[in-house]
């Protein structure tokens, strides 16, 4: 079974500063990935997801993320983070070959961005 | 708002009550998911359904949890002899393949 690995539980930065959310996940075959963000008192939504093609993926609000498959990563990043972007941010993957479709999240990492 | 809704968003039951939630996804999304989520970690899949067909459930649904989506479009998530380790956040989502996963807002359930 897979797994999903955010070693980040608690992050804090001030305005400007840049980001970057590690995910790393275990499964041996090909997979779909996802990183969700959920904001204070709202309900999750997806932030940016690969699934094949250019490793590098852009998301929306000026977010991107890297998958390195000999890493088995696929970290989040942004440049100048506002105080908007305090929320929570999950990792999460889907196997491509199996055919089960659910996703497996990571503990999901919160993000404070001080002013 | 053509998203994905859940119904109640807040439910206080106490101990061996049954409880049923509801969740309605996109109009043409043809699969729906549940999950569970507790404070402090990530969304845990229970049971996903292709149209009326549950294809597929978790080993975190026990006997006590069943799920049900008679017509392919809304499903229920009803548990019965509610336990307090069933607090949680309740998640449902759909998704139309090979598309993303979208989210409701959840079904928060306190157990007394």
């Known amino acids: 079974a897979q797994s999903v690995s955010q070693h980040n539980h608690h992050v804090i930065l001030s305005e400007a500063a840049s980001l970057e959310l590690g995910c790393n996940y275990s499964?041996?075959?090909?997979?779909?990935l996802f990183w969700y963000v959920q904001y204070p008192g709202q309900h999750l939504q997806l932030l940016l997801k690969?699934?094949?093609?250019?490793?590098l993926v852009k998301g929306i609000k000026g977010f991107e993320a890297e998958f390195i498959k000999s890493k088995f990563s696929f970290n989040l990043r942004k440049p100048s983070v506002q105080w908007s972007d305090t929320a929570e941010y999950f990792c999460?993957?889907?196997?491509?070959?199996?055919?089960?479709?659910?996703?497996?999240f990571g503990s999901g990492t919160r993000l404070q961005v001080q002013p | 708002d053509t998203g994905v809704s859940q119904d109640p968003r807040h439910k206080i039951t106490k101990r061996g009550q049954n409880v049923t939630f509801r969740c309605d996804p996109i109009?043409?999304?043809?699969?729906l998911y549940w999950y569970r989520q507790t404070l402090g970690q990530g969304p845990e899949f229970l049971t996903y359904?292709?149209?009326?067909?549950?294809?597929?459930k978790s080993r975190l649904l026990s006997d006590r949890f069943s799920a049900e989506r008679p017509k392919g479009s809304f499903s229920t998530l009803e548990i019965q002899r509610t336990e307090q380790g069933d607090s949680a956040m309740y998640l449902c989502?759909?998704?139309?393949?090979?598309?993303?996963?979208?989210f409701g807002p959840g079904t928060r359930l306190t157990v007394l």
């Open positions: 999460a993957v889907e196997p491509q070959d199996t055919g089960r479709r659910a996703l497996t």
């Open positions: 499964y041996g075959g090909t997979v779909n």
């Open positions: 109009s043409e999304h043809n699969r």
């Open positions: 690969y699934f094949s093609g250019d490793p």
């Open positions: 359904f292709q149209n009326e067909a549950q294809l597929e």
């Open positions: 989502a759909s998704s139309f393949p090979p598309d993303t996963q979208y």
